[in-house]
């Protein structure tokens, strides 16, 4: 390693490489038991969608992820969403199956969602797409380490003239 800065790079890309293998193993294990194109199609909620979120994955006919995304919704409110309708999108006619696990909490969501994208490398995913644990954080130009009791925060030691 060149510096402290890459080893702990490398740590957090273990670390989310970890998390993102946990929440699969999470998923596969805690939501709904796998809904078919055709019970997805009939009229009504999917059974165990409380309408208040979820994170979901659609698969094609070999169990790979075509898909993954959350809504605050119905799960199948996504499918007519004017912005971003899932039933217009390229992927649409490949699923065979979909997994869904409710959760209410955004934050929640987001960031299972994102590791589930990680583990899982869905094809059709845009934001964010495919990632590759390896090259996260590849992008960011290496830094210097501060020098020891260096102030790194950017904040100024001396505030006084910022209280009323």
């Known amino acids: ?10 740590n957090c890309r273990s670390s989310i490489g970890n998390a993102a293998k946990a929440v699969a193993d999470f998923f ?7 809904i078919t194109r055709d019970e997805f199609k009939m009229r009504g909620r999917l ?8 994170v979901y994955v659609y698969f094609d006919a070999q169990g790979d992820a075509v898909y993954v995304g959350e809504t605050g ?17 390229i992927w649409w006619k490949k699923w065979a199956t979909m997994r869904f696990l409710p959760m209410r909490d955004k934050s929640d969501r987001l960031i299972m969602e994102t590791l589930l994208i990680t583990s899982l490398n869905p094809k ?24 020891a009791g260096s102030d790194v925060t950017g904040i100024s030691a001396n505030t006084a003239s910022d209280t009323p």
């Open 28 to 34: 596969k294990n805690s939501a709904t038991p796998s």
């Open 124 to 147: 059709h995913n845009v934001k964010p797409g495919q990632i590759n644990v390896a090259e996260i954080f590849k992008s960011m130009q290496p830094q210097p380490a501060p020098a």
């Open 73 to 89: 919704r119905h799960v199948k409110s996504r499918l007519h969403d004017q912005t971003s309708a899932h039933k217009n999108s």
């Open 1 to 10: 390693m060149e510096n402290k800065n890459d080893e702990l790079l490398e």
């Open 47 to 54: 059974v165990g969608d409380r309408a208040d979120g979820a």
